[in-house]
Structure formats: C-alpha cells, structure tokens
Nanobody
Framework: QVQLVESGGGLVQAGGSLRLSCAAS??????MGWYRQAPGKQRQLVAS???????NYADSVKGRFTISRDNAKNTVYLQMNSLKPEDTAVYYC???????????????WGQGTQVTVSS
C-alpha cells in the first residue's frame, strides 16, 4: 500500500521559515513535490523534483523555497524562507509511484498540512 506522510506545517509570522517533510513508502517513486490550495483558489503546483535532482518551482516562490530529496528514504523536503501571507494554504505532497496493477506510474497524495503566515 502506497502512503505519503506529511509534517512540518504551522503558524509563522511574515518573514519566517518552515520546513515541510513528506515520507513516501510502498512503491518506487519518480517525481515528488507539493501542490498548495488556498481558500477560494485552485490548487497550484509549488515545487517538484525528480530522482536525478532536477527541480521546478512556481514563479511566486523562486528564490524563497528550496526543494530537496533523499532518494534512499523516499523523502522530499520543502524549505520555505521569507514567508508571505500569500503563502497561506494547505500544502499537499504528491509522488508518482509505480502501480503494479495498472502497470503505470500513478500520482499519490499526502494528507495535507496547514501553513499559515500572519502579517
């Protein structure tokens, strides 16, 4: 059974930092990363990383967020610095894992963690 467990969310003041973690298990994973969803807005891709180390960031977080990955532990991290109130959202970890039944890489989701940035 594939499972993604997220941690690290919380309440911080503007300009502060948080570090999110997502530990995946139960499969072989390719891309991993985070989406976020704020009230009244659509889900947005924040950052992603593949096993080889290539990364991708939303323009709104470039220079402030850093994604990294420990392939041996199937764990991905999102270091969030210089946080702004606009970063307030529920952050959902995702990972592409091999589905042995469908014979395809399929997207799996974490439970979500709340990030709140006060002004």
């Amino acid at each position: 059974q594939v499972q993604l467990v997220e941690s690290g969310g919380g309440l911080v003041q503007a300009g502060g930092s948080l570090r999110l973690s997502c530990a995946a298990s139960g499969s072989i994973f390719s891309a991993m990363g985070w989406y976020r969803q704020a009230p009244g807005k659509q889900r947005q891709l924040v950052a992603s990383i593949i096993g080889g180390g290539s990364t991708n960031y939303a323009d709104s977080v470039k220079g402030r967020f850093t994604i990294s990955r420990d392939n041996a532990k199937n764990t991905v991290y999102l270091q969030m610095n210089s946080l702004k109130p606009e970063d307030t959202a529920v952050y959902y970890c995702f990972a592409l894992g091999w589905n042995t039944t469908a014979k395809i890489f399929e997207n799996y989701w974490g439970q979500g963690t709340q990030v709140t940035v006060s002004s």
